[in-house]
């Protein structure tokens, strides 16, 4: 059963999309306006935002909000606050092509607690509530299960002219050509991640997103009990200026081979790097470097999304590494009810090996992990589903 949150999620969902479906069968009629090369915000985008603002404000008076159109709005309620894109895949919207959709999600002291992704042509509503569970209308979703990278259909984005990450994707894109079935880029990063949730596409991939392109999307498929990080590994945030999602068996292969890929451009082109690839704590991330070489023409700088258009805004020149063990266990916790959050992110940063094992021990105990040793006498850690 959705909760009284989710309610009224799909309530103002809904009733922005009636607007949407209006104006999309008058898509020559409206009135357009330019915010910067090749990135347009329609009439029917402020309408459909002011309808979801009103309606989610209604319901839950103390909530802030942070929108593609207006920006950050403090509530009284400082812990939580809407994460709102009111039509993701405008360039679709603007040319008559039907694949867009409202995204919704909820932040709860710094983390996302709901998302709900609606397309309304489909009549397709992909929600999810942590610890609850991934749903597609009233059925439940599971991320697909291919592991072989050879069968894997991916999601991507490309980006365009003013918008930075062209040099990323070109130096991802030709290993995910090489080694999968089939890479799709449909233009909505919102369906991109409900469709993983979905196990449509078995993976997903993008550079320079913003906060409300990714933050529903990332709790579908964390729900479904897919993984979502960076391309270096790292927990993603909606900030990030990478985004890597999959199912639990493809994510990790995934993960590396875009990273790899991405660390062999950058690394060869970087001035007074060639072929270096460590990247330290104080060096900006890949991508980072990456998209400094490019223009970033897109967003005016009054603009939200600008901070998205400049990696060094991103503070995300973290260490290069890959997600621990207990990262990933954590990851899928994520999804059990009954833990909390200072738990998980204590079981986070424990690096020792000894205070990971007596927490999973403490978690098997409480029939929240499966502990099996594997082929080479490994103990394999799996969370009870
Ligand atoms: P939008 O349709 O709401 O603009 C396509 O690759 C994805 O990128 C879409 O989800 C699209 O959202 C998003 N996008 C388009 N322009 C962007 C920009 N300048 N910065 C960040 N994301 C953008
Ligand atoms: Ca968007």
């Not at 990478?242 to 639990?248: E, G, L, M, P, T």
């Not at 424990?350 to 990971?356: F, G, I, L, M």
Request: charged share 30%; hydrophobic share 35%.
């Amino acid at each position: 059963m959705p909760s009284a949150t989710i309610n009224v999620m799909e309530a103002a969902a809904r009733k922005a999309a009636r607007g949407l479906i209006r104006d999309f069968g008058e898509v020559e009629n409206l009135q357009v306006s330019r915010k910067g090369p090749a990135d347009f915000v329609t009439e029917a985008d402020r309408r459909a935002e002011r309808i979801l603002r009103a309606e989610l404000a209604k319901a839950r008076p103390g909530f802030g909000f942070l929108m593609e159109e207006s920006g950050e709005t403090e509530g009284e309620d400082t812990r939580r606050r809407w994460i709102v894109d009111p039509l993701d895949g405008t360039t679709n919207f603007l040319h008559g092509i039907p694949h867009f959709a409202i995204s919704i999600g909820l932040e709860e002291d710094g983390g996302m607690v709901a998302g709900l992704v609606y397309d309304p042509l489909r009549d397709e509503l992909f929600w999810a509530e942590k610890g609850v569970g991934c749903y597609l209308n009233r059925r439940r979703l599971r991320v697909s299960s291919r592991r072989r990278m050879e069968e894997a259909v991916l999601a991507t984005g490309i980006p365009f002219k003013g918008r930075a990450g062209k040099d990323a994707f070109l130096a991802t894109i030709g290993p995910a050509i090489d080694n999968t079935a089939g890479v799709r880029r449909f233009g909505s990063a919102a369906l991109d991640l409900a469709y993983v949730a979905a196990g449509r596409y078995d993976g997903f991939w993008e550079f320079g997103l913003s906060p409300w392109d990714v933050a529903a999307g990332i709790v579908l498929v964390r729900e479904a009990g897919g993984f979502v990080t960076d391309i270096s590994g790292r927990a993603v945030t909606i900030q990030g200026d990478s985004i890597v999602a999959a199912n639990d068996r493809l994510h990790t292969p995934l993960q590396r081979m875009l990273r790899d890929s991405l660390k062999e451009s950058v690394g060869d082109r970087a001035p007074g790097s060639r072929l270096r690839h460590t990247v330290s704590s104080s060096s900006p991330s890949p991508v980072a470097r990456a998209m400094r070489r490019e223009p970033h023409a897109g967003r005016s700088s009054s603009d939200p999304g600008d901070a998205r258009a400049d990696p060094t805004a991103g503070g995300n020149g973290g260490s290069e590494r890959t997600m621990t063990n207990a990262e990933r266990i954590v990851e899928a916790l994520r999804r059990k009810p009954g833990l909390d959050d200072d738990e998980l992110s204590r079981l986070a940063d424990v690096t020792p090996r000894q205070q990971v094992n007596r927490i999973c021990r403490r978690l098997e105990r409480e029939g929240k992990l499966r502990r099996e040793r594997g082929p080479r006498g490994k103990i394999v850690n799996d969370p009870v589903r």
